[in-house]
């Protein structure tokens, strides 16, 4: 999985760095008021399927409790309510298809996240590129691991749709515009070297001249076809 152009790693703050003015954490009835950390967390995409907040026209993400309400209410003296570390970014879509369902651990308050192959991995804890990758064509596929029957890629790729077209579609776009990035580089590297060569009269000036035109002329027809 290509560095940060999909799923990149994720971290938390201290915890009083969410606190609000009262020294607590915001109410559950407030939670809302740590989006901006809770997005910037994620780097402002959707911790399951990836796409970013920019990709779905700038819309506000959901707010999604990792270990469910419906599930952990009652639990814990209701602090997975409004704990930021429970709080991950969701876009609606996932939000929606992940909703209370929930095959993890319900005894401990940090207990495991998937059992017996079926849960969510929690990306702040576990390294998705252990588990799944995303190939050229866009589509998350699972990482073999063998004898691992605990494995939730498979679980979380089929009960929240990853490979739903249009997220295919932003994840394969990423792949196209590094591509074309790194080829636009490259000829800004070219016309580089050859000015240099001039400088240092490896070249004359016209033949310089000859090459960069060329370099040019590529550059035109690459950049008329992207």
Same mark, same amino acid.
């Given at each position: 999985?290509?560095?940060?152009?999909?799923?990149?790693?994720?971290?938390?703050?201290?915890?009083?760095?969410?606190?609000?003015?009262?020294?607590?954490?915001?109410?559950?009835?407030?939670?809302?008021?740590?989006?901006?950390?809770?997005?910037?967390?994620?780097?402002?995409?959707?911790?399951?399927?990836?796409?970013?907040?920019?990709?779905?026209?700038?819309?506000?993400?959901?707010?999604?409790?990792?270990?469910?309400?419906?599930?952990?209410?009652?639990?814990? /003296?209701?602090?997975?309510?409004?704990?930021?570390?429970? @709080? &991950? %970014?969701?876009?609606?879509?996932?939000?929606? *298809?992940?909703? !209370?369902?929930?095959?993890?651990?319900?005894?401990?308050?940090?207990?495991?996240?998937?059992?017996?192959?079926?849960?969510?991995?929690?990306?702040?804890?576990?390294?998705?590129?252990?588990?799944?990758?995303?190939?050229?064509?866009?589509?998350?596929?699972?990482?073999?691991?063998?004898?691992?029957? /605990?494995?939730?890629?498979?679980?979380?790729?089929?009960? @929240? &749709? %990853?490979?739903?077209?249009?997220?295919?579609? *932003?994840?394969? !776009?990423?792949?196209?515009?590094?591509?074309?990035?790194?080829?636009?580089?490259?000829?800004?590297?070219?016309?580089?070297?050859?000015?240099?060569?001039?400088?240092?009269?490896?070249?004359?000036?016209?033949?310089?001249?000859?090459?960069?035109?060329?370099?040019?002329?590529?550059?035109?027809?690459?950049?008329?076809?992207?």
């Amino acid at each position: 999985m290509p560095n940060n152009l999909h799923f990149p790693s994720l971290s938390r703050l201290d915890e009083e760095s969410y606190y609000c003015q009262t020294g607590d954490f915001y109410a559950a009835s407030n939670y809302q008021s740590n989006y901006d950390m809770i997005a910037r967390d994620c780097k402002y995409r959707c911790v399951y399927c990836d796409a970013t907040e920019k990709e779905c026209g700038g819309e506000r993400f959901s707010l999604d409790h990792f270990r469910p309400r419906d599930v952990f209410a009652s639990k814990f /003296n209701g602090i997975l309510l409004k704990h930021p570390y429970n @709080l &991950h %970014l969701s876009c609606q879509k996932c939000n929606v *298809l992940k909703s !209370k369902d929930w095959q993890g651990c319900e005894v401990l308050i940090n207990g495991p996240t998937y059992l017996g192959g079926k849960g969510y991995i929690d990306r702040f804890e576990q390294e998705l590129s252990t588990f799944m990758n995303v190939d050229i064509d866009g589509r998350i596929r699972v990482q073999l691991q063998p004898e691992n029957d /605990n494995d939730p890629a498979e679980y979380m790729i089929q009960r @929240l &749709h %990853l490979n739903r077209p249009n997220r295919v579609y *932003l994840r394969k !776009k990423r792949h196209v515009n590094k591509l074309v990035n790194d080829i636009e580089s490259l000829f800004s590297t070219c016309t580089k070297e050859i000015l240099e060569h001039c400088e240092n009269n490896r070249i004359g000036p016209t033949e310089g001249i000859t090459i960069i035109g060329q370099v040019e002329k590529l550059r035109d027809e690459f950049l008329a076809i992207r």
